[in-house]
């Protein structure tokens, strides 16, 4: 089999990295670009083996689910060996640690996939969840529940700190076989084992951070009915109140007779009223204040456990930001640049800005120029459709807004709305907005001057001088004023309500 080495699209974070997760319910091959703060998926394949859905009762992994989940290993070593992965980090879940069979099949899986297998402990699968969490949610506070196949880790977390984790039997395959599908049953275990943790009790008022293939299906169909404009599942926030609402619809009613049932896979679909019955009982015991589902977790947490200590500090956003402005722009050193020029600006502007609108706007500079190949009438909804839709992560929903919009006015101008969904700038507040307008307007000015080239803003500056904006082009640079820079710095003036004057010389 051929084998790729490299590619000019491709960032050099070394050689491609696999991760196979094998679970309650599926096996899954994910093979990354490389080892980074803000990893990226090359390949990314599962199979729904259910492994798990008779642990319970039998205390063994089923026969045909076994040699499917085998089968889907072979392919998985065939597609690493295709795509030159040089290492394979390999790691079972519930249902190998609690099966009698589980040591015998996973004997079979390391010799099939050519790697050391870690059955992960249910307190090591809840720490890799928080950890996977924490690396993609900015500031995560609050608690985490990993529901997959076979069990819920819980994992209280605060920033970079997160404290002891627990396991419970409550994934989706589990109840099921628990409870012989009665969903009464299920609700009465799911009642009783919820309410004797503690750890839910700490949620209150904070954020509940949902993983696991389950709820992310049940929030694709909550983003469906509600006709939601921005389908990205990281980092989709609904009210608790509102989460309660939906779980118990769910776990009450047939779901095929639910609306837009079809965005959901059939095989999930038996699982959809016990995941959403666990989900009624976390939000009526923990009460929190919200609920963010992520779309990232143990196999995300694996690989943020082996970066160094100084990687794990680094902002996944404007990582991937950097990487972005590398593979795509004209000149990634002017998109640094930006950075500063726009500080300045800010800085005397008199406009306040918190350190969140600081960071977002930071990475818009970085992103402000990945459009360029695009032809020139649609700069601006190409790039709002790549950063809006983007494998970002550490970014809720208003602030993928927010750079999607300074960036389509950096290329539009600013009375050109009419282009815009107007659903999508319902997911940003009046002030981000506004923010996006300037932040666009300024670009608009910088690469007007600049023509995206390094070395010349570090010599120029824009900022707010006796109650002006003023524009100081000085000697070499004077040449580059015009009516057009002049145009554009009257458009930016506007906004924050100061008189234009262009210095040269």
């Known amino acids: 089999?051929?084998?790729?080495?490299?590619?000019?699209?491709?960032?050099?974070?070394?050689?491609?990295?696999?991760?196979?997760?094998?679970?309650?319910?599926?096996?899954?091959?994910v093979v990354y670009e490389g080892l980074s703060r803000s990893p990226t998926a090359l390949f990314n394949e599962k199979v729904l083996c259910g492994l798990g859905r008779e642990v319970q009762t039998t205390g063994l992994l089923a026969a045909d689910a076994v040699e499917q989940a085998l089968s889907s290993l072979k392919r998985y070593r065939a597609l690493c060996t295709t795509m030159g992965v040089q290492k394979v980090l390999a790691i079972a879940t519930a249902a190998c640690r609690d099966a009698k069979n589980g040591r015998a099949f996973i004997s079979l899986a390391e010799r099939i996939i050519q790697a050391k297998i870690e059955v992960l402990s249910g307190l090591r699968e809840a720490e890799l969840t928080a950890l996977g969490v924490m690396s993609a949610v900015h500031q995560a506070d609050g608690v985490v529940g990993d529901l997959g196949g076979g069990s819920l880790e819980l994992v209280d977390v605060h920033g970079t700190r997160t404290r002891r984790g627990l396991t419970r039997p409550l994934g989706g395959l589990a109840l099921v076989d628990i409870s012989s599908k009665s969903l009464k049953r299920a609700e009465k275990y799911v009642k009783k084992t919820l309410s004797a943790l503690p750890m839910l009790k700490e949620c209150k008022d904070r954020t509940f951070y949902a993983v696991g293939g389950t709820w992310r299906a049940l929030a694709r169909l909550h983003m469906w009915q509600t006709g939601y404009p921005l389908h990205v599942m990281h980092g989709y926030t609904i009210s608790a109140d509102d989460a309660l609402e939906f779980a118990r619809l769910v776990h009450r009613v047939d779901v095929d007779t639910l609306s837009n049932i079809e965005v959901v896979n059939n095989a999930r679909r038996p699982l959809l009223p016990y995941a959403a019955l666990v989900l009624e009982y976390v939000l009526r015991i923990g009460k929190p204040q919200r609920v963010t589902f992520s779309a990232l977790g143990v196999r995300e947490g694996l690989l943020y456990s082996l970066l160094k200590k100084k990687e794990k500090k680094k902002d996944a956003l404007i990582e991937a930001a950097h990487d972005l402005n590398h593979l795509r722009s004209r000149s990634p050193r002017h998109g640094e640049e930006l950075i500063d020029w726009t500080d300045r600006f800010m800085a005397s502007s008199g406009l306040d800005e918190t350190a969140e609108e600081r960071r977002l706007r930071?990475?818009?500079?970085?992103?402000?120029?990945?459009?360029?190949?695009?032809?020139?009438?649609?700069?601006?909804?190409?790039?709002?459709?790549?950063?809006?839709?983007?494998?970002?992560?550490?970014?809720?929903?208003?602030?993928?807004?927010?750079?999607?919009?300074?960036?389509?006015?950096?290329?539009?101008g600013l009375v050109i709305d009419d282009e815009l969904s107007p659903r999508l700038r319902e997911l940003a507040s009046t002030r981000m907005i506004d923010r996006a307008r300037v932040h666009g307007a300024a670009l608009r000015l910088a690469y007007v001057i600049s023509a995206a080239m390094p070395g010349v803003l570090p010599k120029t500056r824009l900022g707010v001088e006796r109650h002006r904006l003023a524009l100081r082009l000085p000697g070499e640079f004077a040449a580059l004023g015009g009516d057009r820079v002049l145009s554009r710095l009257r458009a930016l003036s506007r906004l924050i309500g100061r008189e234009p004057v262009m210095l040269l010389g």
């Open 1 to 29: 089999m051929s084998r790729v080495i490299e590619a000019p699209g491709r960032l050099s974070h070394g050689p491609p990295l696999a991760v196979v997760d094998i679970g309650s319910n599926s096996v899954r091959l």
């Open 362 to 412: 930071h990475a818009a500079c970085l992103l402000a120029d990945i459009g360029w190949r695009a032809h020139p009438d649609y700069r601006g909804e190409q790039s709002l459709n790549i950063i809006a839709y983007g494998g970002f992560t550490a970014i809720d929903h208003p602030g993928r807004a927010y750079l999607a919009l300074a960036v389509f006015y950096r290329h539009v």
